[in-house]
């Protein structure tokens, strides 16, 4: 194999890597886009909620509005 061919496989496999991740991504964004809750800040971070309130709603918290989804999607498997 000669270098420019290695040179092209390393390509393919970042670009590879590169579709995997944006695949990841949008299905990390699947669940907000879909039900919409509500995006907001809440002191010094951000709240995503989906009811009427913390208490009986589903809620995720983080530092920039993504990591409050990233959240939000982990606190579905959460057993109440």
């Given amino acids: 194999m000669n270098e420019s061919n290695v040179y092209d496989e390393v390509w393919v496999g970042k670009i590879g890597q590169s579709r995997l991740s944006a695949a990841v991504e949008a299905e990390e964004m699947n669940l907000f ?24 709603g589903i809620a995720g918290f983080g530092d920039t509005p993504r990591l409050a989804i990233y959240d939000f999607n982990k606190q579905w498997d959460i057993k109440a």
């Fill in 33 to 56: 886009a879909i039900l919409k809750p509500k995006l907001s800040k809440d002191g010094n971070q951000w709240c995503v909620l989906y009811g009427e309130n913390l208490q009986e």
